[in-house]
Structures are given as C-alpha cells and as structure tokens.
C-alpha cells in the first residue's frame, strides 16, 4: 500500500478525514480525564506532532500517530515518571501554558483502522514519528507503550520477557525494540480510568454488581469495583521505552 503520510500542519484541508479513525478504542479506555487535556485540541496545538496516513489509491485514513513535545529536567536513563502517558499529556499542556520548551518528544498513540492491522503499518507509523521528531530538531522520542499481551500478568516481569531471538514478548514493545528503542521502566499508573457502577455498566456491558476485582476484556489488569462505595476503578501500567532518533 502506498501511504501519503503528513501532519496535520502540513495537510490542514485533512481536518476531515480524522473522524475515520474514531471509536476504535473500548469505550472505558477513553474515560481518562486526562485525555481531555489533549483530544480536542491535538490538531489545533500540537498539529505539528499529529501524522495521519492516508491510502494514495482510495484517499481513505487508514492510520494515525499522536504525539507531543515535553519538558523534562531528569535523565532518561534514570527512569521516566510512573504516571507515564497521563504525565506526558499534563506535562505537554503546562508546558503551553507556562511557555516552557520542551526537552524531547513523547508518543501518545499509534492507531491503525482495523481491517489493515498485521500489515506492517504500525511499523511504518512509528518510522514516521521518529522522522518527524528529529525534523522538529530533537534527539530523543519516548512513549508510554500499551503491553497488549500482558492480560493480568506481573508488569515488572512481563515488560522484559523476551522471545529466543532476544526480541520481547510482547507485541507493541517488540515493534518499538525493532525500530531501535530501549526499555527504560515500567509506568505503574500510566493511566486511570474511574466512574460510578452504572458508568461501568454502561462502558462494558459488565453487572458490576460484587465487590472485588472485575475482569474487563481488553483491560491488562483488573478493574477494582466496591459496590459500598459505587465506584470502580481501573489503573493502568504501560511501559516507557526510550528512542535515540
């Protein structure tokens, strides 16, 4: 497939096309207040950082690539915040409202439409961000990975489990390994998602009606519901990896 891949700066007569690549995400892993901080306003404040690819043939999206630029004073090397994606999309808003400069690049998310995954493209997405970061003038890219393959297992063993050709085990960290990244750590609570019983109800379909831990398709982990107190929460861990560009 040939792609015409840009930003949403350079191709702005592509405001429309953004909707086709809506709704592909369950509708818990959208209640992140955070997000609100950035979804919105991604083309409008930060069109330099969003990539949306379009089919050359059809003229359909077929992927996205969000990112934003971020301040921080630490080193990389030393760890990235526990609070990963969730700090990323605060720390990019601050840092427009202080006018701080960032420091380097962190990946929000790389999604592509359905009917084309196990073709290469999220591969291909991912090149494109690294380009587009060193064409901004950074040296470093860095992204709160989504472990897909983790389904409850212990986060701190899984993110470094590796296949027998020293790749991990994982799919989406195995994507960013090929394409020259490094595991930096583990993000505890990347991100977290909260709201009453009915609004779980409502999001997943599930009764939600027993204290304890809730198994939600698609969550990594459990999702903790006390019914005394009519709420359930699901805290998500995702795992930093670190790209030299």
């Given amino acids: 497939m040939e ?10 007569d ?34 330099e950082y969003q990539l949306l690819a379009v089919d050359k043939e059809t003229g359909r999206a077929v992927a996205k690539a969000h990112s934003v630029p971020v301040s921080f004073s630490g080193a990389i ?51 494109a961000m690294r380009a587009n970061v060193a064409a901004r003038g950074f040296q470093d890219l860095v992204a709160p ?12 063993r899984y993110a470094y489990e590796q296949r027998p050709d020293g790749l991990p085990v994982d799919p989406w960290l195995r994507v960013h390994v090929r394409a020259g990244a490094r595991i930096v750590n583990v993000a505890h609570s990347s991100m977290v998602m ?9 999001w997943t379909g599930l009764p939600f009606d027993k204290s304890g831990d809730v198994t939600v398709p698609y969550a990594l982990g459990a999702v903790h519901c006390d019914v005394t107190q009519n709420h359930a929460v699901y805290v998500e861990p995702n795992v930093w990896v670190h790209h030299r560009v």
């Fill in 194 to 202: 909260m709201g009453t019983l009915a609004q779980w109800r409502e």
């Fill in 3 to 12: 792609l015409d891949i840009a930003t949403a700066a350079e191709r702005p």
């Fill in 14 to 47: 592509r405001t429309g096309l953004w909707s086709e690549l809506d709704g592909f995400w369950p509708a818990f892993m959208t209640k992140d207040n955070n997000g609100a901080f950035f979804y919105g306003y991604e083309t409008t404040q930060y069109p």
């Fill in 77 to 127: 090397d030393d760890g990235l915040p526990e609070d990963g994606w969730d700090w990323a999309v605060r720390r990019a808003a601050h840092d427009r409202m202080r006018g701080v400069a960032p420091t380097f690049v962190s990946a929000l998310e790389i999604t592509v439409r359905p009917d084309l995954r196990g073709q290469g493209l999220s591969g291909r997405m991912l090149a």
């Fill in 145 to 156: 990975v989504r472990p897909t393959g983790a389904h409850g297992q212990p986060i701190d």
